[in-house]
């Protein structure tokens, strides 16, 4: 649940008669995304007081539209959306589908260790424990690359999943790959590791610097079980902590599967 300040819309009690007797009443504008945090009551049904509260609950969406003009890895199978129809049975009216083509490290995507390693745990043996529950965005802006040092100011305290803001996120609407993309040295994923991280994500489609021949990143985490979430786009995500949703397609024996991910805070 959200840290913000509850903004109390009516507070009320009720007199030794049972009559209702107005405290406080305060004009509050609703949030656009917002639930009704359930009541309280105090005292008996004779000496009670009710609140009623306003909650903003913001969704973040941080999946890339699959488009067939999106950046791709260069090399990486091209996306292919074709529009088909054909009429229905009874002559009545259209129907539309899609016919979909593109590689399993499409857009927002997780790697699993099969990815890399020919004997690694393939996804659908993952539990989806992992791709759920608490994670945390730390902000990593002005770098080329991530490395130990930019890691260790932050608070690490029961983090098990964590996203990195880079200036990549701003380069998602490049129209083209960014080649200059921000990364993760071989430092920086040792130290993850010796913080017992199970995820790691990142906004955009490697984890690894481009071209790179031996992948270190990958195979520090991939050898260990650990998964990447890879193509996030955080531009319009605070650092902080939320709950991570991050559920790939269901493809057996898979080395990774595009995703949808949401934060919830």
Not at 248 to 259: F, N, V
């Amino acid at each position: 649940m959200t840290n913000e300040k509850r903004i109390p819309l009516v507070a009320e009690e009720r007199n030794e008669i049972g009559e209702q007797v107005p405290l406080a009443r305060e004009r509050v504008k609703l949030p656009q995304f917002q639930f009704i945090h359930t009541f309280c009551e105090q005292g008996n049904a004779r000496d009670s007081t009710r609140l009623v509260y306003a909650v903003k609950i913001m969704i973040y969406d941080v999946t890339v539209p699959i488009t067939n003009t999106m950046p791709i890895w260069p090399g990486d199978p091209p996306v292919e959306l074709v529009p088909m129809s054909h009429e229905s049975r009874n002559k009545t009216h259209i129907v539309n589908l899609t016919a979909i083509a593109m590689g399993s490290h499409t857009g927002t995507h997780i790697d699993a260790p099969f990815h890399m390693i020919k004997s690694g745990k393939r996804l659908h043996e993952f539990s989806l424990e992992i791709l759920v529950g608490k994670a945390t965005v730390f902000e990593v802006p002005g770098v080329r690359s991530i490395r130990r040092a930019d890691l260790e100011g932050f608070d690490w305290t029961s983090v098990e999943r964590v996203l990195f803001k880079t200036d990549n996120s701003a380069h998602w609407w490049d129209g083209k790959f960014y080649e200059e993309f921000v990364y993760l040295d071989a430092g920086g994923a040792e130290f993850l590791v010796e913080r017992g991280v199970r995820l790691v994500g990142i906004d955009y489609l490697s984890i690894d610097k481009f071209r790179s021949d031996a992948h270190p990143a990958h195979f520090i985490f991939l050898t260990k079980n650990i998964l990447i979430l890879e193509g996030l786009n955080l531009s319009a995500v605070p650092g902080g902590q939320y709950t991570l949703y991050a559920l790939p397609l269901k493809l057996e024996d898979a080395d990774g599967a595009p995703a949808r991910v949401i934060l919830v805070n």
